[in-house]
Structures are given as C-alpha cells and as structure tokens.
C-alpha cells in the first residue's frame, strides 16, 4: 500500500464529488431564480462527464464560463466548510461500521452455533 | 446549502473509496500469497456493489467472512494513515484546479480579444 498515492487518489475523489455537491447547490439556488438555466444546467450535467469535476468543469467552461466559475467558487467554499470535521469524521465513520459488522457477524456465528454446534467455521481461504 | 448534509454524504462517499482502496490493497497481497483467491476476489469485486463499501462488505461476509474482516482492517489503517494530510489535500487540490481553470480562461480570452476585439463576452446566464 502506498499511502501517498491513496491520500492523492482519495483527495481526487472527494474534490470531484465537492464539485457533484457544488452543481446540486447551485441547480437549487437556479431553480428559484433562473429555472430556465436549472434546466439546462440539469441536462448538461445529467451527461456522465461529472465522474470527473476537472473534465466536467473544461466543458462547462466552454458552454457558460460564468456558472463554470460559480460552481468553482461553490466547491471551495463548501471544502472550506467540511475540511475541520471531515477526517474524524471518517475514522468514526469506518470504525463504527466496522464494528457493527463484527458484531452482526458474531451474533449470526453464536445463534448458528445453537443449532448446530459442530459446524467448522474456519475459513477456507489462504 | 445544508453544510452537515453534505460533510455526511462526503464522509459515505470517502468511506466507500476507502473500501475499494483496501480492496485493491488485499488484491495486491493475495496475488502474491494466494493467487487462486486473489481470482475469486477479483471476480466477486468485480460486481457493481463495490459502488457502496457497506453494502460490498454485507456480501463478502456471507461469503467469506476472513477476507471481509481483512478488508475492514485495511480500510480502517488506510485512514488512520491518511486523515491528518487529507483536509489540507483537498483544500489545496481545489484552489489549485480552480486557479488553473480560471487562469487558462483568461488565456482562451485574451486570445479571441486580441483576434476579435469588439466580441461580446457576457455570459447570457440569469
């Protein structure tokens, strides 16, 4: 595991997922003022390039550079807003589920082990 | 915009990433060991549950309880190593890209300014 390439490919997805979360912001504030723009904006982003914030991004900015920039401008804000809580967060997160898997899987194990008390539970793998 | 909305929708969407890399980590380390294993895990990730890491490591318990501990332990170290520099990362990641973008613009414009200089240039958003 190289842990620079999986922080720099993490930063990648959450920057383009900021950039999702940026479009739905401005989409809302749109569709109050501008439903018209809503509308052509929802098109333009129902296509699969917002997989990618940047590639999604150099197309907005060729078809309506004034709601490219306000996007951007959305992001970083939004960025701005999460960045303090975000890594406890996802440790809390991931150490949570993770024991609530381990849990679930033991009392699954424990009321297998009633019924049939002989049954080898080793795991064929490795 | 509901700022704990969407810090909770990035925390499952990093959370979910997290559990693919671990994935990839585990893949990495069976090819090596246990290639027949690595071929069944391959194929069994392989499945469009990948896209949710909870849901992904539900299937693989019932399966094969072992590898999916394994995977949840890889997950929880990945953001053990990563959490520290991430805020930073992706702060840095977006106004950088947003520099970029806004820069390259100015470029693209200047260039049509200077060979059509009585272009209109005002976005006909809102």
New interface residues.
């Given amino acids: 595991?190289d842990?620079k390439k999986?922080?720099?490919?993490?930063?990648?997805?959450?920057?383009s997922?900021?950039t999702y979360?940026a479009v739905q912001?401005v989409l809302?504030q749109?569709t109050e003022?501008?439903p018209p723009?809503a509308l052509w904006l929802r098109s333009f982003s129902g296509r699969s390039i917002l997989q990618d914030?940047?590639v999604y991004?150099?197309a907005l900015?060729v078809e309506?550079?004034?709601?490219?920039?306000r996007i951007?401008?959305?992001?970083?804000?939004?960025?701005?807003?999460?960045?303090?809580?975000?890594?406890?967060?996802?440790?809390h997160?991931?150490?949570l589920?993770?024991s609530q898997?381990?849990k679930?899987?033991l009392e699954k194990l424990s009321q297998l082990s009633v019924t049939e008390p002989r049954l080898n539970?080793e795991?064929?793998?490795?």
């Fill in positions: 595991m842990r999986v922080a720099k490919a993490t930063t990648k997805v959450i920057s997922y900021l979360q912001t809302e749109l003022t501008n723009l914030g940047e991004l150099l900015l309506n550079q004034e709601l490219a920039f951007m401008t959305v992001r970083e804000y939004l960025i701005e807003e999460i960045m303090e809580d975000l890594p406890e967060m996802v440790f997160e991931i150490k589920k993770n898997h381990r679930q899987q539970f795991s064929s793998s490795e």
